[in-house]
């Protein structure tokens, strides 16, 4: 079983920036596909990047698209998450999740096997 571990979260001030680590007990089928999704109090948890680990391809979520990025390092087994410009509003914790290739670019949260524990940002005006 493949076992994701968050970190690098923290508390910034807004037009701040982060890196978020997930590290990956390994790259296997289970997690061919990575991703980033995050939750807020009282709201649904929302995806927001995903890479396919042997290509490097990768696919955002419109509402981080340009200010978020998502990358990876294989020899490293540990997928990142770039953030800048953070707003208030990205205030959530943040899940590293991994999936079977199986399903393409789907973003359904059913699809995603495998989970980290969550790393928590908060954005403070």
């Known amino acids: 079983q493949v076992q994701l571990v968050e970190s690098g979260g923290a508390s910034v001030q807004a037009g701040g920036s982060l890196r978020l680590s997930c590290v990956a007990s390994?790259?296997?089928?289970?997690?061919?596909?990575m991703g980033w999704f995050r939750q807020a109090p009282g709201k649904e948890r929302e995806g927001l990047a995903i890479?396919?680990?042997?290509?490097?391809?990768?696919n955002y979520a419109d509402s981080v698209k340009g200010r978020f990025t998502i990358s990876r390092d294989n020899a490293k087994n540990t997928v990142y998450l770039q953030m800048t410009s953070l707003k208030p509003e990205d205030t959530a914790m943040y899940y590293c999740?991994?999936?079977?290739?199986?399903?393409?670019?789907?973003?359904?949260?059913?699809?995603?096997?495998?989970w980290g524990q969550g790393t928590q940002v908060t954005v403070s005006s």
């Open positions: 390994a790259f296997t089928d289970s997690n061919r596909y």
């Open positions: 890479i396919y680990t042997d290509s490097g391809a990768t």
């Open positions: 999740a991994g999936r079977s290739p199986v399903y393409g670019w789907s973003w359904a949260e059913a699809n995603f096997g495998v």
